[in-house]
């Protein structure tokens, strides 16, 4: 956890210091260009398309997990079994989900970065907002005992 804060700093670091220096839209593939070049740049920008293309698919899918986790034994996304993954069933409800978040953030991003850099200062402040207050709640509730921080492995 450590190192992977550090190296979140690092990167939140860079983009405090290059996004004055370069305030046009594009962020990694402009910071590339204007620092190293157009052949870089291109190198650096399918990467990103890579990098995308895998990881948005990835975590939309997680908010059908999530509600999964939330519903209870509603299964209310448990409809249309589309097929098995390893032996993880994948179906119609949660799909239709993952692609609906997917279509909504599209649009805003096509609506423009002001837009989209609104809608993400307030989903940053309700993820705080929800961090202190579950937080709040869990140091306050009477279920509260440490043994509750022993590790699920059965480690001591």
Known sequence: MA?????MIIIAFSYAYMAPKYPKTGGEF??????????????????????YLTNVPMNSTAIGLIVDGLDGSADILKWGLHYQVAGYDV???????????????????????????????????LLGISVVTLTTAALVSSKTSLANMAPWWGGS
């Open 91 to 125: 179906w119609l409800g949660e799909m239709l989900l993952a692609m609906g978040i997917l279509i909504l953030f599209g649009i805003l991003n096509i609506l423009g970065v002001k837009k989209a850099g609104i809608v993400q200062t307030i989903l940053a402040a």
């Open 30 to 51: 402009t910071f590339t260009k204007m620092c190293f070049g157009r052949n870089t740049a291109y190198v650096c920008g399918w990467f990103l398309v890579v990098a």
């Open 3 to 7: 190192l992977g804060a550090l190296v």
